[in-house]
């Protein structure tokens, strides 16, 4: 219902192998310590600017910029030509691919980055997947825990969809643009070349190139001192 191929183009990752042979996207999600495992060798190849802090197992490939402030704690995998920004912090089980963009006062814990995904500024990405060239705007959240701390449900018009996750924040389609200062709840699904209207509060399953609108009404009056 949920397959990867129909909100990943998984010909811009080379982490393909992290998607075989699961039902549902989010599957992957608990795939990834035991992939990182067995499959991530240390080594960095980037340009570190500064000292930023690198601990564990990590490997970042040639062309990427590590900027002084960043945090990265292994195990952790980053792909080539990216920019790792003053202020990231990386904490453990994270997958970027090529070309991405982590920002400052951003964080990321047990997620995959496709290639050339941007999460520039003041985000949190955590048990989530985001797509080729995906995009979160300024203070987009991607929120991972449930109020109540049980099992997250996708949301669906047929009913909801158990995922026997605990953690499970979102799932950012191929080209999707996600507003400035949204809040996307757990368990929440956004299709291919979506857009998400700043300053929204999404939960549930965008199809494919929606236009998810919030629209605001405000009252003007004139000051009386």
């Known amino acids: 219902m949920f397959s990867p191929e129909d909100y990943l183009d998984l010909h811009h990752t080379e982490h393909r192998t992290l998607f075989e042979n699961i039902g549902n996207v989010w599957d992957a999600l608990g795939q990834i310590s035991s992939y990182l495992q067995f499959r991530l060798q240390p080594a960095i190849h980037a340009r570190l600017i500064g000292k930023p802090f690198i601990s564990g197992a990590v490997f970042i490939g040639p062309g990427t910029v590590v900027e002084q402030g960043a945090m990265i704690k292994g195990p952790a995998w980053i792909g080539e030509g990216c920019e790792i920004r003053s202020g990231c912090y990386i904490r453990e089980n994270v997958v970027i691919g090529s070309g991405c963009v982590l920002g400052n006062s951003c964080e990321f814990k ?23 060239r995906a995009h979160l705007g300024a203070g987009v959240i991607l929120s991972n825990v449930k109020l109540d701390h049980r099992e997250i449900t996708v949301a669906t018009p047929e009913g909801f969809v158990p ?63």
């Open 163 to 225: 995922t026997g996750l605990r953690k499970f924040g979102a799932i950012i389609g191929d080209h999707a643009e996600i507003g400035c200062n949204s809040v996307i709840n757990p368990g929440s699904i956004i299709g291919r070349r979506s857009v998400l209207y700043p300053g929204s509060q999404w939960r549930g399953v965008a199809p494919a190139n929606s236009l998810i609108k919030t629209h605001q009404s405000f009252q003007v009056t004139a000051r009386r001192d």
């Open 110 to 132: 047990n997620c995959v980055l496709l290639d050339e995904a941007q999460v520039p500024h003041f985000n949190y990405v955590g048990d989530s997947i985001l797509g080729y």
